[in-house]
């Protein structure tokens, strides 16, 4: 499904993921995030993800994945950004093009109901199912000197529809590493959305903890041209609540 909006298709304290007021909205349940600035670790339903700037792990249970008994295959694409006309990366540190890479994707649907408001038409023409999604990166990017660095980054997200809510967590984290070993940048951005489908009540925000803040027009309808992106990649398609950590 996503999460290109663009194209077609070191031992640190650790410290609690969205510790304190951050932590107050739940998104969707299953899904577990533990981060520090070195390392993040994602707990899903029959999904785990470990990344850091050495390296990325992820490990599918095919039989748990996402919501199996929705009856919906698990489906697995590979894209290849090389060559592609992407829209760059902007980081505190730098600007970042990706040169080459595969975006590696494992998910599975759960359902084909039309996502509620701020979910726009537009978005569910094209992205039509509910969906639990594992992307990961790992590439070669430039920056705006010529330099080459090395990208790793997961792309996820769960979402839950019942007859009365609709609940989503959609992280992004990534490492921009330099020659010498050193993180020059780091993406740290939570989306979370909650909805009453019985009221209409949506509560929404994103906890940026990095140092890679961007917003671009999606083009996906009202309300979608201030949206939180990692480069070609977005958090929540539509414009929402940026909570500094």
């Known amino acids: 499904m996503k999460r290109f909006a663009g194209i077609a298709v070191v031992a640190l304290t650790l410290t609690a993921l969205i510790a304190g007021p951050a932590s107050a909205q739940k998104g969707a349940p299953g899904f577990d995030l533990k981060e520090n600035p070195a390392l993040v670790k994602a707990d899903g339903p029959g999904f785990r993800v470990k990344l850091s700037k050495h390296d990325i792990r992820t490990r599918i249970d095919e039989e748990r994945f996402g919501i199996p008994e929705a009856g919906f295959p698990i489906e697995r694409s590979q894209t290849d950004l090389g060559g592609l006309n992407l829209r760059p990366i902007v980081c505190e540190n ?95 951005l939570v989306g979370r959305v909650n909805i009453d489908r019985t009221t209409g009540e949506a509560v929404h925000r994103i906890v940026d903890g990095g140092t890679c803040h961007q917003a671009a027009n999606l083009n996906l309808g009202p309300g979608t041209d201030r949206a939180t992106v990692f480069g070609p990649f977005f958090v929540l398609p539509f414009n929402t609540t940026v909570v500094m950590r």
């Open 94 to 188: 730098g600007t970042y093009r990706i040169v080459s890479g595969i975006f590696e994707v494992t998910e599975r649907a759960s359902s084909t109901e039309a996502r509620p408001l701020p979910y726009t038409p537009a978005f569910a023409q094209r992205f039509p199912t509910i969906i639990t999604f594992v992307g990961t990166l790992d590439a070669v990017v430039t920056n705006q000197d010529g330099e080459e660095l090395r990208l790793l980054m997961s792309d996820l997200a769960h979402e839950v529809m019942t007859p009365d809510s609709f609940a989503s967590t959609a992280p992004i984290h990534a490492f921009i590493v330099d020659s010498a070993g050193r993180v020059r940048d780091r993406a740290s």
